[in-house]
């Protein structure tokens, strides 16, 4: 195995329909990997807008199965490019049972698995618990091996649960990718903006530091108008992490891609000089299923 | 109930001798009290060197009981001030059972109980392990009722844990204190001394954040020297952080004491605004008592 991989992150902003998208992806995917990247990591329900800021069933129609055209395409490219991908997609698994997932492909076209977002927000414009079910406890987090490194997936809310990273961690990741598609209400922006960006990055730049693993977190850029309301302002803000939660690379509020190079050594070494994993006391933990602790 | 309650932490250098130390801490707590402060933290093994930087059995000698002169003396303090107190120690519970732990006392001077470290580090110049037996499971996390508030303690090394986070604040506490001894080996500070403290302030951080909860640590400063060795330049930096993770106040590396005001509907709106612990996946997070997942 190799002392190193390089991974990459994507984030855009959505301007058109899903096939102008998926061309859009395809020349970025093409630039991240020339750049060195070999596992490639795009942004949350990647081929549309935002569409969760309202509550309308016309949305369902944009769900596709996991070998839908959506996920065969980016297999072709997967393979065509020698790239492993993660691609965040609207899955329709069943009649009634959508999940919001991302599809993981190994460099050689191959699907690897699908996780599917285990933690379903709900808020003002966020309004994710109208169309997605929550994944399966079984297989719930999951963890994919991938021809160049040991990948977890978890999706934007996600990122806020410790238990999910640690978990993820557990089963052996060397780097936890984070899709996901957050924004400022831009009626909030001026007050919070900032408190909320640097809350989201610290968050995960915390889950690279207590497990030792690195982190990459892949958001999507541009102002969605939606109907009736303000619209959602996606703050970008992509960014990698080393296992010392040391910001490797960070984007900007546009269109970029950032590519970093992960050691092996440096997961090792992390885990060793902090040696957090050693000491957990798993013999204390087990309130932590507990809903509250009265 | 009080709609807000101010809590204070101090950071020191140790000097002298338990008593010297503790006349300090009592000009320090009694001006923290004057800025305003009503629970007040002090640093991890507060009255002395920090002496497990060797193993020494003769340091055994250090320790002693929840009703010793120590805590004894902080009693009477925190009754005459009329301040809660959080008072670490080298705690000897029995022969042969020492623990490094923290005292929390009420405004009135009661003992409201005894909290004892979790996660016991060891690296070099940190030999907890040699000193220390790991707390009970039963009581293993705590929160103490105050009269102004209701504290959880954690300590140290503690920090690097979201668990031992996630269940005290599950637990009810409104703030979490981490008394606290971390420095720099002196060949290392240059290298890596801003990426350690800026890893400690993240990781702390994002556990106000993923709670919803104020959290204050309280770190000691000064160089101390060790025989053979290059000694340990403690770094200070105390702060206490608000629920979305901002500070709101940070100390130098100089003796120092901050006082911050916690609102209740602070921690409120933010569990409400984000909803963390409305999502939490608990039928999904059994598997964090393992110590890998094969």
Chains 1, 2 share one sequence.
Not at 96 to 113: E, K, R, T
Not at 147 to 168: F, H, N, S
Request: aromatic share 12%; with cysteine.
């Amino acid at each position: 195995m190799s002392e190193h991989f390089s991974i990459g992150v994507i984030q855009t902003a959505i301007t058109g329909d899903s096939d102008s998208t998926c061309d859009r992806y395809e020349h970025l995917i093409a630039e991240t990997a020339k750049a060195g990247a070999q596992i490639i990591c795009i942004q949350e329900l990647c081929n549309s807008k935002y569409f969760c800021s309202v509550e309308d069933h016309r949305f369902f129609e944009l769900a596709e199965a996991e070998d839908g055209p959506l996920v065969s395409r980016f297999r072709g490219l997967a393979r065509s490019l020698s790239v492993a991908l993660v691609i965040p997609f609207f899955e329709r698994r069943a009649a009634g049972v959508y999940h919001n997932s991302a599809a993981v492909i190994d460099a050689d076209g191959s699907l690897l698995g699908v996780y599917r977002k285990m933690h379903i927000p709900d808020d003002p414009l966020y309004y994710e618990k109208f169309y997605f079910t929550p994944g399966d406890i079984d297989p719930g987090y999951q963890v994919f091996k991938t021809k160049y490194g040991t990948v977890g997936v978890l999706i934007c809310w996600d990122q806020w649960y410790p238990e999910a990273a640690r978990i993820t961690s557990l089963m052996g990741a060397e780097v936890l990718f984070y899709p996901t598609a957050i924004g400022w209400h831009p009626a909030e922006k001026e007050e919070f903006g900032q408190q909320q960006k640097s809350a989201w990055q610290t968050v995960q730049r915390s889950h690279a530091i207590a497990n030792g693993i690195y982190v990459a977190a892949a958001n999507r850029v541009g102002f969605e108008e939606t109907e009736n309301t303000d619209g959602l302002e996606f703050f970008g803000g992509s960014f990698i992490c080393d296992p010392g939660g040391t910001m490797l690379a960070e984007a900007s509020d546009k269109e970029e891609f950032l590519v970093a190079r992960c050691e092996r050594k440096a997961i090792e070494e992390s885990r060793q000089l902090w040696p957090f994993l050693r000491d957990r006391r798993i013999d204390s933990y087990a309130s932590i299923v507990k809903r509250w602790i009265d």
